[in-house]
């Protein structure tokens, strides 16, 4: 009978769970959040541990493993809009290196399971992360080209006031204005009513003159907004009102040079961003 040590057990389901839930936001576009992974992958070793004392095998139970699933989502992905995606994909990923285990261990001629473990040396278990994660990693680039690039939390304080979002990091948006040379940020009408009334943004749906009309009847905005050329694939070209906030911060860190624009229609139909840059 294999002898199976604790810390060596627990040490490590915290490596694969980390790199499972790794695996995870990088195919939902999540932001990688490592520190709340950490304490997900700490969550579910332990409950590895526990299930090898005999009083504890009820933990074994699909409920228990359902809700340990749940609770070690929540921990790393709580506060995303669309939750159960992650839950979804945290469990086709680890259902995913479970299989690759169970396969590379059957080729490679060894013992397939000890009643409730398959027993997989290291190099067995590593061969086999690779190969799931290398899988994964190809079949998601195209199909989820999109959702790959890189997502960014940000807060924008315009006067007194600030407003929350999140922004898709694209590098195919050159967008910039032309005096100063700073980057623009694309950002939804909708998710500036904090920062500006919604009566004045509503009409951008009446078109940029319109909305520039309105905002040179308020001496305190009139000097903060200019126009910027910009064309896109939709629009073959137009004019973008700009204005430069008082702070701007993404992901937690301060940015100075860059413009924020505000466009009247939907940047991403059906999707969590507000913004792009």
Do not use: W
Not at 40 to 49: D, E, K, T
Not at 116 to 126: E, P
Not at 164 to 169: Q, V, Y
Not at 244 to 256: M, V
């Amino acid at each position: 009978m294999k002898a199976i040590y604790v810390d060596e057990m627990f040490l490590l389901n915290l490596i694969i769970n980390y790199f499972i839930l790794l695996a995870t936001a990088k195919i939902c576009a999540f932001p990688l959040k490592r520190i709340r992974f950490c304490g997900a992958a700490a969550l579910g070793a332990f409950y590895s541990v526990m299930t090898l004392l005999p009083e504890m095998y009820f933990l074994l139970h699909l409920a228990f493993k359902g809700a340990l699933g749940i609770l070690m989502v929540l921990i790393s992905f709580g506060g995303e809009r669309k939750i159960l995606r992650p839950f979804i994909a945290f469990i086709c990923v680890s259902a995913a290196f479970g299989g690759a285990v169970l396969a590379t261990s059957i080729l490679g001629g060894g013992p397939v399971d000890s009643g409730l473990y398959i027993i997989a040396s290291k190099r067995t278990l590593a061969l086999s992360f690779a190969a799931c994660y290398f899988a994964l990693t190809l079949v998601f680039k195209r199909l989820g080209k999109r959702r790959m690039r890189e997502t960014m939390e940000v807060q924008i304080t315009f006067g007194e006031t600030s407003a929350k979002l999140r922004a898709l990091h694209d590098t195919g948006n050159e967008l910039f204005d032309p005096l100063s040379g700073l980057p623009v940020m694309v950002v939804e009408a909708s998710a500036l009513t904090n920062l500006l009334p919604e009566e004045l943004l509503s009409r951008l749906e009446f078109g940029t003159a319109n909305f520039l009309e309105s905002i040179s009847e308020q001496q305190e905005l009139k000097t903060r907004f200019r126009l910027v050329p910009f064309s896109s694939a939709g629009v073959k070209s137009g004019l973008l009102p700009v204005f430069r906030p008082d702070t701007l911060e993404i992901n937690g860190k301060a940015e100075q040079d860059v413009l924020i624009g505000i466009c009247g229609n939907k940047i991403c139909p059906d999707s969590e961003f507000s913004a792009i840059f």
